[in-house]
């Protein structure tokens, strides 16, 4: 085991990682850009280093700074957390070079995921359930047209470098395709530069429904069911549960199996999530993010189980702690992100925190780096914690939710909280029932 982990990241997540390494008896070492230099992180690691100034491209992402660090304090492991360099694989391959372990999967494995079109094809070729579309890119508008008419409309095209929901355009029929192809193509010009696209059959009204996943490097894995994280705004997800409320048990033996026995199959390493559109009891993969997501905790709840602890089990060597037969389903969780953001455009609402109470009580888990006195900065995602809640079912989850809400108070700045205290009143939310569109078209009309 390690003696000495660095945790290349920052807020809620690097105190997330801080505590799997105290309970596993390992040494933490914060890295803090100069605006971070009183976060919590850095109160509560054992050790931590400035890596540079405000901005994340010369802090969080300076990879050579980030070596550096390790060098300086003998870390023997990096822990890259979500976002900043954690799907990087250039960033692996150069902590490969330097002898210093990277705790998530392969650079092979980061790329090939990391790719839209060679993603898709590889899960296809896994046995992934994959949304019908042209194989890799459609080079014209002919070509387009034979696509469209195989799969029917209506189609969506997306941009093969895009991200973050952007460069996409759908097409309802043949008369909007021409328009819709050439536009797309332009866009994704100027935004990634690359004009490249591909086609997909574009789904109505699909429920997000993502599988996670952990396999040990050497061919066995597992599946750790689902989580519906439908509730998205611009395709940034905000409220987040497991188990999926309209996922029964055979679907989920079913597509859990498909996604470990291709983890299995690929011999990935640590943790994963494997994301589909879920339509009419059919799973459409999207897209794989090898990585611990940031609603990692609702699995957590309700499974019992240490991602994190597991991912450095997993990157040092060791087997994994559980087996599939191990993984029984307890109750339901929910997660919602609570941003410092300012309805109703949620526009960043970055400040000092005058007052800071964390809820508490049977079920409630706050993943949280605020303080009281806290000043969050300008410069990063607007993030300031998460609180999950565990029930003995999902009813009991979402009063518990509601009576947690109630004993949170983040003063100075303005939240994302009123959000969850509304949404929970509609009963849509009560019965579990929304798509991927549910948010916005409520957002709307309510705010
Ligand atoms: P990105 O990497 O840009 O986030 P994704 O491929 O993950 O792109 O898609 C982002 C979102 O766009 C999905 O979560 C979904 O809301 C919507 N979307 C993508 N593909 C389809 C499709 N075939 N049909 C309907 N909606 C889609």
Known sequence: M????????????????IRACREMGIASVAVHSTADSDAMHVRMADESVCIGPNSSAESYLSIPALVAACEITGAQAIHPGYGFLSENATFVQVLE????????????????????????????NLGIPVVPGSDGGVPDYETAKRVAAEIGYPVIIKATAGGGGRGMKVAQNEEALE????????????????????????????????????????????????????LQRRHQKVFEEAPGPC?????????????ADAMAELQYSGAGTIEFLFEDGEFYFIEMNTRLQV?????????????????????????MEFRQEDLTIRGAAIEVRINAEKLPNFSPCPGKITQYHAPGGLGVRMDSALYDGYKIPPYYDSLIGKLIVHGRDRDEALARLSRALGELIVDG???????????????????????????????????
């Open 247 to 259: 996922i029964t048990p055979e679907q989920r033996a079913r597509i859990g199996g498909i996604c």
């Open 179 to 230: 328009i819709a192809f050439r536009t797309a193509r332009s866009e994704a010009k100027a935004a990634f530069g690359n004009d490249e696209v591909y086609m997909e059959k574009y789904l109505q009204k699909p429920r997000h429904i993502e599988v996670q996943v952990f396999g040990d490097g050497k061919g066995r894995a597992v599946h750790l069911g689902e989580r519906d994280c439908s």
């Open 97 to 124: 070079d330097h002898g210093i372990t990277f705790i998530g999967p392969s650079a092979a494995h980061i790329r090939i995921m990391g790719d839209k079109i060679t993603a898709k094809e590889t899960a296809k």
């Open 2 to 17: 390690f003696d000495k982990i660095l945790i290349a990241n920052r807020g809620e997540i690097a105190l997330r990682v």
């Open 413 to 447: 700045v303005d939240t994302t909280v009123p959000l969850f205290n509304a949404l929970l009143a509609e009963p849509d939310i009560q019965k579990g029932d929304y798509s991927i569109h549910w948010l916005e078209k409520w957002l709307a009309k309510t705010f």
């Open 295 to 319: 609603e990692h905790p609702v699995t957590e709840a309700i499974f019992s189980v240490d991602l994190v602890r597991e991912q450095i089990r997993v990157a040092a060597g060791l087997p």
